[in-house]
């Protein structure tokens, strides 16, 4: 089991980050609460890993902090859940957001997400609540991942709109959703990052 590495930050994606450990280069998976507060690239970064080995595959997820890493564990437990869709979650939802819906017994901001389903959503609510007593820092759902991982500057892109819709249509929703959700955005002075993270919050709202 891979449970965490520490090398250089190659390249950073929506998605993926590429980070090179004594010569070799790991594709890691990352949900986008991660990738915010992935530093500049050529800088050295640590992500809390879970290695999954399929028959047709091998993947390595990475993340921020060990609760996003825990949380993840939890959700792929969970009937009908797997590695993709729990990424989508919580790139949706930080961890502090979604132990608050499942501690409300809030399934509506669950259906939100791409590929959450209404069964898939109680499911959530009904099978994680007595599992997220077991995640480290959660005390009653006031989780504050600022704690856990401070915020790290972010590079202006070069067209930040245009690189905040397409991630959040590779996220899964639909091009109407995701350029609806940004045109309610200021986008004035704001990187692409810091666009999907608006606009998660108006869809989830």
Not at 4 to 25: F, H
Not at 87 to 93: F, Y
Not at 173 to 180: C, G, L
């Amino acid at each position: 089991m891979i449970g965490r590495i520490c090398g250089e930050l190659i390249e950073k994606t929506p998605g993926q980050a590429l980070v090179d450990c004594g010569g070799l280069g790991y594709e890691v998976d990352i949900p986008y609460t991660t990738f915010f507060h992935l530093p500049e690239t050529g800088q050295a970064v640590t992500l809390h890993t879970h290695f999954a080995v399929r028959e047709d595959a091998h993947n390595l997820f990475g993340f921020a902090s060990r609760l996003d890493r825990d949380l993840f564990r939890l959700l792929i437990r969970v009937n009908g859940v797997g590695p993709k869709l729990a990424l989508t979650i919580l790139s949706g939802l930080d961890a502090r957001q979604f132990v608050q819906c499942v501690d409300n017994k809030d399934a509506s901001a669950l259906v939100k997400i791409p590929g959450v389903g209404k069964k898939t959503a109680e499911r959530l609510v009904m099978e994680m609540g007595d599992k997220l007593g077991s995640l480290e820092g959660t005390g009653d759902a006031q989780v504050s991942l600022e704690a856990v991982r401070p915020e790290q500057p972010v590079s202006q892109g070069e067209r930040p709109g245009e690189e905040a819709e397409a991630a959040l249509i590779a996220l899964g929703y639909r091009p109407q959703e995701a350029a609806k959700a940004l045109s309610q955005v200021d986008g004035e002075g704001h990187t692409s990052q810091e666009l999907i993270r608006l606009a998660l919050r108006n869809m989830m709202a």
